[in-house]
């Protein structure tokens, strides 16, 4: 392994209501890490849901040991971004990967972030739905074309030299991501926009591997007008004030 | 820090290259505003480069105010110092066609976008796949899952 590239791992996976996906994403993990010989972890923040997350997280604890799931659960719903910083603190690798816990990010994506990652010595590796064999499965063409509108607007207003700023499945270094998560405010899409245009402000390099985004598979999606409002308004703050 | 390259157009970001800017006000804006700030001169990272450089909608206005003084001299000249009568009858409208340009180049860019937006329907059968055999797999070792 390269001097600097990953030698641990630490997935952070916020969940809220996610009973029915979080033992299948574990899994996935676990068979990829293992086939790939990285050595990882993954901890989970549940966010009190109320539909026993917490309590198939506690089985998947006893399946696959302690030093491998690391549950570190919180009272109530306060969000992603604390989330992030609250797994954190009890992450014991060099390289964190944050990704969603509904499906839609699949594992085996991980280690070409992490080939990506010692390619060029990346401080954040991106995964991206808009380059190369990157793309989604389940929108329709409105979505579509409201979420390549939307980028498009964001390259010509920001250029912020990544193709995918809305996008969650990214490897960050860790001290990178610490780092960022000390200036971040915004919330939803706009938070993991921002996280990007910091990371140029800061100097970091951004590598970027094309994912396939499969939209949930159990549970709702949601993309409404308010989501939309809330990216404009986010994309404006950004556009002012980066 | 750790990480003394270059942050933006390094040899190791060929994201950069990636960025398919406008022909258009938009170019201008974007390679003068890029220039002003001196982006490219490799601010120590870390070394909070944010204080000095310009937010987007500064270079913006920078960009948008330079060239439009530019027009705006040559168009509006007086009788005297105008351009000939030709580049004067080109130069006028000149605003209105480079926006009408950047339009087009934006309809058209999010079109072939739209169109070339992959359908990732083998992911999609994959995972299924792997849900069923991870399910299986899960059963065996004692967990319970819900009835889905």
Redesign the interface.
């Known amino acids: 392994m390269a001097a600097r590239g990953p030698g641990r791992v630490s997935v952070l996976l916020p969940t809220y209501n996610e009973r029915d996906n979080l033992p299948l994403v574990v899994w996935l993990l676990v068979r990829t890490f293992r086939h790939s010989g990285i050595d990882f972890e993954i901890i989970i923040i549940d966010d009190g849901s109320p539909d026993g997350t917490k309590e198939v997280a506690q089985q998947l604890e006893k399946i696959y040991g302690s030093d491998k799931i690391l549950l570190r659960p919180r009272a109530r719903k306060l969000g992603l971004g604390t989330a992030y910083i609250h797994g954190m603190k009890y992450a014991t690798g060099n390289f964190i990967v944050i990704m969603d816990a509904d499906l839609s990010h699949h594992p085996k994506f991980i280690p070409e972030f992490i080939r990506k990652q010692q390619e060029g010595n990346f401080d954040i590796v991106s995964g991206t739905r808009y380059k190369g064999n990157g793309g989604v499965y389940g929108w329709d063409l409105k979505r579509k074309l409201i979420s390549r509108g939307a980028n498009f607007l964001t390259q010509v207003l920001l250029r912020p030299g990544a193709s995918d700023l809305t996008g969650s499945f990214r490897l960050y270094r860790k001290e990178v991501l610490e780092k960022l998560m000390e200036k971040c405010v915004s919330k939803g899409y706009v938070f993991q926009m921002e996280m990007i245009v910091r990371a140029r402000q800061l100097g970091f390099t951004v590598g970027e591997v094309p994912i396939s985004f499969v939209d949930r598979v159990y549970g709702e999606s949601k993309l409404g007008g308010n989501e939309i409002v809330s990216f404009l308004k986010g994309l404006l703050t950004l556009f002012a004030t980066t | 820090m750790?990480?003394p390259?270059?942050?933006?157009g390094?040899a190791?970001?060929r994201?950069?290259s990636?960025?398919?800017?406008?022909s258009s006000p938009?170019r201008g804006a974007?390679v003068t505003a890029h220039l002003g700030t001196g982006r490219g001169a490799?601010?120590?990272?870390?070394a909070?480069?944010?204080q000095a450089?310009m937010?987007?909608?500064a270079q913006w206005l920078c960009a948008l105010a330079l060239l439009g003084s530019a027009w705006a001299a040559l168009a509006l000249a007086p009788p005297g110092l105008q351009p000939p009568a030709p580049l004067r009858r080109a130069l006028l409208p000149l605003p209105v066609y480079l926006l009408v340009a950047f339009g087009c180049y934006?309809l058209a860019?999010?079109g072939y976008?739209?169109a070339t937006?992959?359908?990732?329907?083998e992911?999609?059968a994959?995972?299924?796949e792997?849900?069923r055999a991870?399910?299986a797999?899960?059963r065996r070792?004692?967990?319970?899952?819900?009835d889905?």
């Open positions: 750790p990480h390259a270059p942050p933006a390094g190791r970001c994201l950069s990636e960025l398919q800017l406008p938009a974007a490799a601010p120590a990272p870390g909070a480069p944010s450089a937010t987007k909608l934006s860019t999010v976008r739209l937006f992959n359908d990732c329907e992911a999609a994959e995972l299924q792997h849900i991870a399910r797999d899960l070792r004692g967990l319970r899952l819900g889905q």
